[in-house]
C-alpha cells in the first residue's frame, strides 16, 4: 500500500488553523509567500509519495545490516538520500547565514510529516540531523559552527546524539563516559547505546554530539558536558580526514523501523576519540535541552505521520475488501466492509484523531515561529511558555495515539492485517518506540505537571481553556445543528480541563507524589479537549466557507461532520479521565514493592 500526501488537509490546517498568513508576514519570513508555500508542499508531496513510499517495504523487510563494521542501508536509501541533498531539503528551516532556507518551521513540520508517514525509517536520519543542528546553532562557537553547520544543512554529513548508556536510560545522572582535556580539544571514551544513524553509509561524515564527563565533574546532572565527536576529523580544508577513533559494535535487533540502523557505539578503544567542547563545561545537559522542543515535536509529528499512513491504508483496504451483506439494506449480496458500521465507527474515529493531532501539531509548530519572530518580545515570551506546555502533550498524547490508530488499522483488515504481506503490521511495529524515545510518555506527563503547570500555577493552559470559550462564543453566533453540537461539547471538555488544571496546580504544592500518580490522566485530558477545541475551529471555518461557497462543498462539509463526530464520539469519553486523575494517587502506591 502506498502513501499519497493529504494536501488539501494540510493546506487547510495550516491556513485555517495555524494561521499561516499570520506566520508568513513575521519578520525573516516575508519569503514565505502563498505560491512558494504551495510549490513546496507540491514537490515534497511528489518525492514522498513516489520515492520515499515505494522504499518503506523493503526498509522494513531488509533492513540495515552491518559488515565489517561498515553499516550498509536498505537498498535505494543512500541513493534517496542523495536525491534528498541535491534537492536541498534538508536545508528548508535553518539559518541562511549557514547555507539554510530560513522557511517557517511550520512549513517544515508539515513537510517532515509527509517525510515520516512515506518513510519513517529513511525519516530519522533527518530528525535527529535536525536536532545536532539546533544544538550546534544555539550553542557551538563561531569556528564550531562555520565548520560543522553547513554541511549539516545541506545534508552532506548528518548529526547524531549520544545520550544514552547501558546503565543510563532516562537518568543521564548516571552517564560515565569521560572526557579528558588534551590540548585544544579533548579524548571521548565509552559506550553508547540506542544511537539512531550512529554509522551509516549514507553521508561522507558523521557528526556526533556525545555527553560526557570530565575528570573533575561533580556527580549528577551538573557534571556532564556536550562534545561534538565527528566520525572523520575535519581537515584545515573543511573536508573529511583521518577517521576518528569511534566505531560501531553492533545494531540492535528491534521491533519495527528495521530500516533506520540503531547502533552501540564506542569511543575511545584506542586512546580517545577527538571530540571538542561545546559552550562550557558542566553545562551539557542544558545544552540538549534547548533543542528539545523541536526534537519532541518532531517525534509527535511523526505520530501523526503513522495514524495517516495507517488511516489511508486501512480506508482503501476497506473499500474493497467484500464481506456480509449490508445491514442498511435488503439486498443479500455481501458488500465492501467500509459498508458495516463498526468499520465506519474505527474509521471515523482514525479520521478525526488525525486531523485533531494535524491541528494541534501545526498550531505548535506555528507558535515556534511566533516566539522566534515575534517583534514584541513579551508576546514572544508568552507565546514561548505556550509551546513549552504544549510539547509535552504533543509528543505523548499524538505517538500514544499513533499506537492505537496503527493497532485499528489491523483490526480493520482483520486476519490480513496480523499477515505481514499487507504492512499493516509494519505501521504498528514501527509506531511503538514513538512513546519511547525522546523521554518516555510518563516523563512528558511528568514534565507537563511537574514544570510547565507548576511554575506558573496553570495560568498558560488556563489561557488555552479561554480561547476555547471564546470559540464556544463564535459558534454560539453561528447556525446549525452540526456547530450547536460541537458547542456543547467544547463547553464540557473546557470546564473538565479547567477543573482538572486548577486541580493539578493545587496538588503540586501539596502532594507532588499524588499529582504524578494523575499526570497520564491529565496529559490525555489535555490532548483530547485541546484537539477538539482546534478541530472545532476548523468545522467553523469550513461552516463560513460553506457558507460564501468558497472552496469544493464535499471537503468542507466532511470538515464539518469530522469536528462534530470528534466532539460527540471522541471528547466525550476523555472527559472521564478526571476521575482518574484525582482518585489515582490514592492507591497507586498502596501496595508494596512485594505485593507487586
Known amino acids: 500500500m502506498t502513501y499519497t500526501p493529504p494536501l488539501a488537509d494540510m493546506r487547510f490546517a495550516l491556513r485555517e488553523v495555524a494561521g499561516l498568513q499570520q506566520i508568513s508576514a513575521l519578520p525573516g519570513y516575508e519569503h514565505a509567500t502563498d505560491d512558494t508555500i504551495d510549490a513546496v508542499l507540491e514537490e515534497a508531496a511528489k518525492l514522498a509519495g513516489n520515492g520515499l513510499a515505494p522504499l518503506n517495504r523493503d526498509g522494513d523487510k531488509v533492513g540495515a545490516k552491518l559488515e565489517n563494521g561498515v553499516v550498509r542501508t536498505a537498498p535505494g536509501f543512500a541513493r534517496m538520500y542523495k536525491e534528498f541533498v541535491e534537492g536541498g531539503w534538508n536545508s528548508l528551516p535553518f539559518d541562511p547565514e549557514f547555507g539554510g532556507q530560513g522557511m517557517p518551521w511550520l512549513l517544515a513540520a508539515t513537510v517532515q510529516e509527509m517525510w515520516q508517514a512515506a518513510n519513517m525509517g529513511f525519516g530519522l536520519v533527518l530528525l535527529l540531523n535536525q536536532g545536532a ?146 559552550g562550557e563545561e558542566g553545562r551539557g545537559l542544558s545544552y540538549m535541552f534547548t533543542m528539545m522542543n523541536n526534537a519532541r515535536l518532531s517525534v509527535g509529528i511523526q505520530g501523526l505521520a503513522i495514524a495517516e499512513r495507517a488511516y489511508q491504508q486501512a480506508a482503501a483496504f476497506a473499500k474493497t475488501r467484500v464481506q456480509s451483506k449490508d445491514d442498511g439494506s435488503d439486498k443479500p449480496q455481501p458488500v465492501s466492509i467500509i459498508h458495516h458500521a463498526d468499520v ?25 515561529d511566533g516566539a522566534l519572530r515575534h517583534t514584541d518580545r513579551v508576546a514572544a515570551k508568552r507565546i514561548q511558555d505556550r509551546v513549552d506546555l504544549l510539547i509535552p502533550i504533543v509528543k505523548a498524547w499524538f505517538t500514544d495515539l499513533g499506537n492505537e490508530i496503527a493497532s485499528t488499522g489491523v483490526q480493520i483488515h482483520g486476519g490480513m492485517g496480523f499477515i505481514e504481506e499487507t504492512g499493516a503490521a509494519q505501521h504498528l511495529r514501527d509506531a511503538r518506540i514513538l512513546p519511547i524515545y525522546e ?25 488555552l481553556v479561554a480561547e476555547m470559550r471564546a470559540t464556544c462564543e463564535e459558534l454560539k453566533a453561528a447556525p446549525g445543528d452540526d456547530l450547536v453540537a460541537i458547542r456543547t461539547a467544547l463547553l464540557a471538555a473546557a470546564d473538565a480541563l479547567e477543573e482538572a488544571t486548577r486541580w493539578v ?47 469544493d462543498a464535499a471537503f468542507l462539509e466532511a470538515k464539518v461532520v469530522t469536528a462534530r463526530f470528534y466532539a460527540e464520539v471522541v471528547l466525550p469519553p476523555a472527559l472521564a479521565e478526571l476521575g482518574p486523575l484525582k482518585a489515582a494517587g490514592r492507591t497507586v502506591f498502596a501496595l508494596s514493592e512485594a505485593q507487586l
Open 133 to 278: 543542528i539546533d544544538a550546534i546553532h544555539h550553542h557551538g562557537s563561531a569556528d564550531q559552527k562555520s565548520t560543522f553547520l553547513p554541511r549539516m544543512i545541506s545534508g552532506e554529513w548528518t548529526g547524531t546524539m549520544n545520550l544514552t548508556e547501558p546503565q543510563a536510560g532516562s537518568d543521564l545522572a548516571q552517564l560515565k563516559s569521560r572526557a579528558v582535556k588534551n590540548g585544544d580539544h579533548y579524548l571521548v571514551t565509552g559506550q553508547k547505546i540506542f544511537i539512531t544513524y550512529g554509522e551509516h553509509d549514507m553521508a561522507e561524515n558523521i557528526v556526533h554530539l556525545v555527553l560526557a564527563r570530565t575528570p573533575d565533574a561533580p556527580a549528577g546532572v551538573r557534571g556532564i558536558s556536550l562534545f561534538i565527536v565527528p566520525k572523520f576529523l575535519v581537515g584545515a580544508d573543511g573536508k573529511p580526514g583521518r577517521r576518528n577513533d569511534l566505531r560501531c559494535v553492533s545494531l540492535e535487533h528491534k521491533l519495527g523501523i528495521h530500516a533506520s540502523p540503531t547502533c552501540v557505539m564506542s569511543f575511545g578503544d584506542d586512546g580517545g576519540a577527538v571530540g571538542y567542547l561545546v
Open 439 to 463: 523521554g518516555t510518555n510518563g516523563i512528558q506527563a511528568r514534565d507537563l505537571v511537574g514544570r510547565k503547570v507548576a511554575r506558573d500555577g496553570g495560568e498558560t493552559m488556563l489561557a
Open 344 to 368: 465506519r465507527r474505527m474509521l471515523m474515529t482514525m479520521r478525526a484523531q488525525v486531523e485533531a493531532m494535524r491541528a494541534l501539531g501545526y498550531y505548535t509548530a506555528a507558535g515556534i
Open 505 to 551: 496546580a493545587q496538588s503540586v504544592r501539596e502532594d507532588l507524589a499524588a499529582a504524578l500518580a494523575g499526570s497520564v490522566p491529565f496529559l490525555r485530558l489535555a490532548g483530547t479537549a485541546l484537539g477538539g477545541w482546534l478541530l472545532a475551529r476548523s468545522g467553523l471555518a469550513a461552516h463560513g466557507k460553506l457558507a460564501g461557497r468558497d472552496g
